[in-house]
């Protein structure tokens, strides 16, 4: 019986490394010499694709002029292994994928990915003083997915929640928190999956520059229960019916905030809240600080801009008089919102309202907007 249980575990040990072996074959394409990519190495980047099959091998990346139509030739090598070098760009995080005669896949060396829509692609770390903060930190916090019942729209909805490291060890303690808003065509993961949010605020926390926060990310289409991706079923909405008018804004207001308020040790006042959304998110934010006025004491549209109207002055005002502690303003100067953003900004001057107009270089990309949460971050809650 001895043997027979000694054979057994052997038996378990090399299933095991069978399945750890797989795992090494894949990553060297099967056999033949082991290869990186992507390396950065002596100023360059190295991009390594095993693919003896393949007549023609492009890479395409978002750092080229035209990142939907550009990409470069690789030149195959020895055992089949495609190849090209590029100029290391400049310290930030990039996406790319490969073009296998004709058909775009991602890179099997490397399992850095992000989830845009319905795309997946591979992410190029550079480091650098703009990206430090979007690597991994000493100190974690938590990212859940929070379930909650949205009477207004009739269903149940899924958001993302970042608590900050410490915060299941404080009982006592209490944190503001940030609402933080995705654009048009994301959902409750894109600021974690391409925002490196939770990596942004671990970092800043860590290093004493900005406040304890909890960040809270929802999905802003009011017609799903949560990212395509869980494939569950989208409810009918006419977003020209009356109804429907602001619907995420005031389920934002009126049922998350509240929710959160009553599952996480918040200071649940305005002092203690704040805004932000990029694009899409943008406009929710305008939308939501016009619409409920004193509710948020931190402001922050990204990406946006305004329209001007007959009713945008009273708007700010409303703003105004209830009173807000800080009101930035972020967007890149070559973005297609530009022109709206600067009605915003001459919109709150001329109104008054003290706020900072920070302006970039770029346009309508997440390189931008990891770069104001991690510069408006160190703002909130002081």
């Keep these: 019986m001895k043997r027979i249980a000694t054979l057994f575990a052997v038996a378990l040990l090399a299933l095991g490394q069978a399945s750890g072996q797989e795992l090494t074959n894949f990553a060297r394409g099967g056999r033949g010499p082991q290869i990186v990519s992507p390396e950065l ?15 023609r091998v492009q890479l395409s990346g978002n750092w080229m002029a035209n990142p939907f139509s550009d990409s470069i030739d690789m030149q195959k090598g020895e055992g089949g292994v495609w190849e090209v070098a590029i100029d290391t760009p400049d310290p930030e995080i990039y996406t790319y994928n490969f073009i296998v005669d004709g058909v775009s896949v991602n890179d099997p060396l490397n399992d850095k990915v992000q989830r845009d829509g319905t795309r997946y692609l591979n992410m190029l770390f550079v480091p650098g003083e703009r990206s430090e903060n979007y690597y991994e930190a000493k100190n974690h916090g938590s990212v859940t997915y929070r379930w909650y019942d949205s009477p207004s729209l009739g269903i149940s909805r899924r958001m993302t929640v970042y608590t900050p490291y410490g915060y299941e060890q404080s009982p006592k303690a209490k944190y503001p928190v940030l609402y933080l808003l995705h654009g048009g065509g994301g959902d409750e993961e894109a600021w974690t999956s391409m925002g490196r949010a939770a990596q942004i605020l671990d970092n800043l926390i860590e290093k004493g520059l900005a406040k304890p926060m909890i960040v809270v990310m929802p999905n802003g289409n009011p017609n799903q229960r949560a990212a395509g991706t869980l494939g569950l079923e989208t409810i ?6 009356p109804k429907w008018a602001n619907a995420y804004v005031n389920s934002l207001v009126k049922e998350i905030i509240p929710f959160i308020d009553k599952e996480y040790r918040t200071v649940a006042k305005s002092s203690g809240r704040a805004i932000a959304g990029l694009s899409m998110g943008g406009g929710h934010t305008t939308s939501a600080t016009i619409l409920y006025p004193g509710v948020f004491d931190y402001i922050c549209p990204l990406s946006c801009g305004i329209r001007e109207s007959d009713h945008l002055d009273a708007d700010l005002q409303g703003i105004k008089k209830a009173g807000y502690k800080l009101y ?19 919109a709150l001057t001329r109104n008054g309202m003290e706020h900072t107009l920070f302006a970039s270089d770029g346009g309508h990309t997440w390189a931008n907007w990891r770069l104001y949460l991690n510069t408006f971050a160190r703002l909130l809650f002081k």
């Excluded at 009918?236 to 019916?241: A, I, P, V």
Aim: a negative charge; one cysteine or more; glycine letters at 10%.
């Design 236 to 241: 009918e909405m006419d977003r020209n019916d």
């Design 328 to 346: 930035w303003v972020g967007c890149g100067t070559s973005d297609f919102t530009w022109a709206g953003t600067e009605i915003l900004d001459k």
């Design 41 to 55: 190495k002596d100023g360059k980047v190295f991009f390594r694709l095993s693919a003896n099959y393949a007549t």
